[in-house]
């Protein structure tokens, strides 16, 4: 019994500092209350909680809290160990060759995750997580998933962002061995109306996908007839990132040939 309360703490936990992954900077006792379900007794001595650690941190004018100093050190620490403060001139220089919008994202549960790029905005964290089922991103991360691609019922119901989304599991299945057929991911108005984005793995000596990289824009500027070339340049650039992002031991024999302009 003890252990299985000591694993609902736990969720519990991370339940509350899910909270704040959307586009939410700060968020008061009542709404966390409401989010986890749970009663407001409850959600305050969790908050309090994670606040004598420092993961939370509560504002002395309104009592809202925030994610507090030791979240901003472990994520700086893993930002940087993960290598992701080498990346950003390669990230600006394939935006700058193909005037498109470039993305590098890691799945998360149900979501791609962007943690560089231009598609995110750093002030509301708007951007952040973006459904698997309905991005080219998130194809990618699940056509080359390390564990083999499972069930995919586990992604839940698979909502309608457009009438292009697709939204049967059979139907996503068979689109994301198209994607490992193909080498890439293509998102053609699935997650927003008159976007195109094509997307790429970055990928391991096992061939499993560590990262996402996708450059975003429109039918217009990536159309069908130019769609090789911006495939070979998210190729290219994923080619780079494996070396910056990947140790030796970890990285892939054969290299990727330069994108010609």
């Known amino acids: 019994m003890a252990a299985q309360d000591g694993v609902k703490s736990v969720r519990r936990v991370i339940a509350i500092l899910d909270c704040f ?11 966390l209350s409401r ?9 305050h001595r969790l908050a309090r909680t994670l606040s004598g650690a420092g993961f939370l941190e509560q504002e002395a004018a309104t009592g809202r809290y925030r994610l507090g100093p030791s979240i901003t050190e472990l994520g700086q620490l893993s930002f940087h160990r993960r ?33 560089s790029g231009g598609s995110l905005n750093p002030d509301s964290g708007a951007g952040l997580r973006r459904p698997l089922h309905s991005t080219a991103l998130g194809k990618v991360l699940l056509a080359w998933d390390p564990e083999g691609r499972a069930d995919l019922s586990a992604l839940g119901p698979l909502r309608a962002m457009t009438g292009r989304t697709i ?7 068979a689109e994301l061995d198209r994607v490992r057929e193909a080498g890439y ?25 560590r990262y996402a990289l996708a450059v975003r824009s429109t039918p217009l500027v990536i159309s069908d007839a130019r769609i090789g070339w911006f495939i070979a340049h998210a190729r290219a650039c994923a080619g780079a990132l494996e070396v910056l992002l990947l140790p030796p031991t970890e990285r892939r024999a054969e290299r990727r040939p330069r994108a010609q302009d």
């Open 21 to 31: 992954g959307g586009g939410d900077a700060t968020l008061s006792l009542s709404e």
């Open 185 to 209: 991911a293509l998102n053609d108005g699935e997650s927003g109306d008159g976007i195109r984005t094509v997307a790429v793995p970055v990928l391991d000596r096992l061939d499993h996908v």
């Open 167 to 173: 939204v049967d599991h059979g139907e996503l299945r």
């Open 83 to 115: 290598g992701l403060h080498r990346i950003a001139p390669e990230l600006a220089e394939l935006a700058r060759v193909t005037s498109a919008t470039v993305d590098l994202a890691v799945r998360n549960g149900r979501h791609a995750v962007i943690l």
């Open 35 to 43: 989010r986890l379900e749970l009663p407001t007794s409850t959600a």
